[in-house]
T-cell receptor, first 108, second 114 residues
Framework: RKEVEQDPGPFNVPEGATVAFNCTYS??????FFWYRQDCRKEPKLLMS???SGNEDGRFTAQLNRASQYISLLIRDSKLSDSATYLC?????????FGAGTTVTVRA | GAGVSQTPSNKVTEKGKYVELRCDPI?????LYWYRQSLGQGPEFLIY????????DSGLPNDRFFAVRPEGSVSTLKIQRTERGDSAVYLC????????????FGQGTRLTVV
């Protein structure tokens, strides 16, 4: 079983829509959690950290459910520029484990 | 620049050759990671350095792969007797500490073994 599993999508949504997706992780000892964004043929870049209480960064909301071992990301009022692959990342000690990514395409 | 720098950006090599990939992390970052990413997959962990030492090399696929970080800054990933299956993007990342801080990635080296 992979340490981090994500729905690969693709999620194809119109501008202005809300899109949400999850990932699950297998190791309950995982300590910290992140969403990274990766554009085509580019390096992953940190989108936001995910905290147990849930957190927002502008149009992005992340939630963590430690009991069920899943992490979610919600994007409100989608923009064309939100089109990317979103990587769920779990950190245990020093080691970052990545999901395979969820592809989101926002259409005009 | 202030980011993680990787060279070369692209490398094409023949099967069986030796290659070296270089990573120059963000100044002051003690943690350095190497990852490998194949098309359609997330980055796959290879090795982690804390300072000069390899704290975890459990992700290196076999003994053809080796990495060093002799002065605790620049790191080199070395691949001997390259195989076509080694073709991937090799990503380097650094972090101010290895426990809870986010990692910052370089743009990667795209290795193609022909």
């Amino acid at each position: 079983r992979k340490e981090v599993e994500q729905d690969p999508g693709p999620f194809n949504v119109p501008e202005g829509a809300t899109v949400a997706f999850n990932c699950t992780y297998s190791n309950s000892a995982s300590q910290s959690f992140f969403w990274y964004r990766q554009d085509c043929r580019k390096e992953p870049k940190l989108l936001m950290s995910v905290y147990s209480s849930g957190n927002e960064d502008g149009r992005f909301t992340a939630q963590l459910n430690r009991a069920s071992q899943y992490i979610s990301l919600l994007i409100r009022d989608s923009k064309l520029s939100d089109s990317a692959t979103y990587l769920c990342v779990v950190n245990r000690d020093y080691k970052l484990s990545f999901g395979a990514g969820t592809t989101v395409t926002v259409r005009a | 620049g202030a980011g993680v720098s990787q060279t070369p950006s692209n490398k094409v090599t023949e099967k069986g050759k030796y290659v070296e990939l270089r990573c120059d992390p963000i100044s002051g970052h003690t943690a350095l990671y190497w990852y490998r990413q194949s098309l359609g997959q997330g980055p796959e962990f290879l090795i982690y350095f804390q300072g000069t030492g390899a704290a975890d090399d459990s992700g290196l696929p076999n003994d053809r792969f080796f990495a060093v970080r002799p002065e605790g800054s620049v790191s080199t990933l070395k691949i001997q007797r390259t195989e076509r299956g080694d073709s991937a993007v090799y990503l380097c990342a650094s972090s101010p500490d290895g426990v809870i801080a986010e990692a910052f990635f370089g743009q990667g080296t795209r290795l193609t073994v022909v």
